[in-house]
């Protein structure tokens, strides 16, 4: 890109990021209505005067604690690449505020990026173990689902399109992850064939490389039973923990509720996060609380509301601060991540300008 056109493409890239921003919080506006619209705002205000600090302090702690055992779960399906604890929950932290923050996820390719920016590790490496740590979000369901039979709850319609989606997303990668095992030139091909037809060649081939490397991962993580089964046990203490989260935040505005229908119910809250959301998942949160705790599992709908009001923005304000310290922790400013989550090839660290070819060189690699 020549000098002249480098700012009218900058001029474009902020244009179209203040229309997403727009679009967006309307988007998020119009969540927001609806919600309110839906619950006895008085009832729910009522239930948040009397909020319990003690409860609301713990559930605090057990929705941090959650995030850091997955980031523990990641830096496990690492190995044999050696990241230390620190480094590693720092990146998983700025990872979850991003995705929080932005309407697309971009949290997870930013991991990729920050690792092989600090420790060297190839994108493709990474990329593989933060899918197979995002897969096992996936294993709860996947296993509360098949003793659903057995417990006395039904699930709504639109609840049901969640899972099964959840599931079609599960089922097609366990199958190509079969096939690669099987045949693994047969799979590939049918990964890269696409690929190469759309793209110039030369980076065609990139790209058909990058997914030789990424399917080669993740086929090694899923020969290591001994790492998988760590991976589960790290899986169950977050889910452990996401429930306890969710019933401390329920006793904080006076709500007792059940531990099944805790452990159900926000265990399919989480598959809501793998949709796209308004910035700060403004009203969407609240919209699916509802749908799930009152719609499928009969919760009063001022509690529910209450809850979701008092819990996002506490959860919102926890991210936003751990997030912000994690960059710092990491030497990163905020302008050059958010630009690596979009993709954009920017240095992360200001302060040493030899990086900045270097990142550039990750980012076409990737």
Known sequence: MDLASAPRARVARVRTAA?????????????????????????????LQHLSIGYAVLCGAAFLSAYVVRAMRWRCLLRPCQVSIRRAVAIYQVAIF?????????????MSLLLRHS????????????????????????????????????????????????????????GILALAAWRRERALALLIRPVAALLPKGMGERIGAFIVQFVDTLLALIRQ?????????????????DS??????????????????????????????????????????????????????????????????FSHPLTGLLMTCTGLACLSALGLTMRSTLRLARGQGEPAVQERPDLAAQMREELEDA
Not at 19 to 46: E, H, K, P, S
Not at 282 to 301: A, D, T
């Open 19 to 47: 229309l997403r921003t727009t679009a967006g919080l309307v988007i998020g506006a119009a969540l927001v209505l609806a919600f309110l619209r839906l619950v006895n705002v008085g009832a729910v205000t009522q239930r």
């Open 98 to 110: 991003l995705n929080w923050l932005l309407p697309i996820r971009g949290g997870e390719v930013a």
């Open 119 to 174: 420790n060297g590790i190839p994108v493709s490496r990474s990329l593989a173990a933060v899918s197979m740590d995002k897969a096992m979000d996936l294993l709860p369901v996947v296993a509360l689902l098949a003793v659903l039979p057995f417990v006395p709850l039904h699930l709504s319609g639109p609840l049901w399109l969640l899972l099964l989606s959840a599931l079609a997303v599960v089922g097609f990668g366990a």
């Open 225 to 241: 039973p001994r790492l998988l089964l760590i991976a589960a046990a790290y899986t169950t203490i977050a889910l452990c923990l």
């Open 244 to 309: 306890l989260f969710c019933l401390l935040a329920f006793r904080a505005v006076g709500v007792a509720v059940p531990v099944p229908v805790v452990l159900y119910g926000y265990t399919f809250f989480n598959l809501a996060f793998i949709l796209p959301s308004p910035p700060g998942q403004v009203g969407s949160n609240e919209l699916i609380g509802l749908l799930i705790f009152s719609g499928s599992f009969g919760v009063s709908r001022s509690a529910v509301g209450a809850m979701f009001l």
